[in-house]
């Protein structure tokens, strides 16, 4: 089922409008953005746990979410 911009915010929280359109704009589910955002904040915790690597959505998901995302080329 396609997310909403509800769906996201619910998620991540207050976040940038370009953003939630990039992010439905995948096609994603709420729990793709989920599980990447998990990868983003507890990447740790997931890889310990024998959780394999994010494939898919999941890593698209989580290369938008990325906060390297936003740094300029050098």
Known sequence: MAMSSA???ATL????ETLVAE???TGAT???LAQAW???NCDD???K???PLPSGKVAELADLLSPERDEPDA
């Open 13 to 16: 929280g207050p976040v940038d």
């Open 45 to 47: 915790a997931l890889i």
């Open 30 to 32: 709420r729990d793709d």
């Open 7 to 9: 769906d996201v915010t």
């Open 49 to 51: 746990a024998g959780r």
């Open 38 to 40: 998990y990868w983003l």
């Open 23 to 25: 992010i439905i704009a």
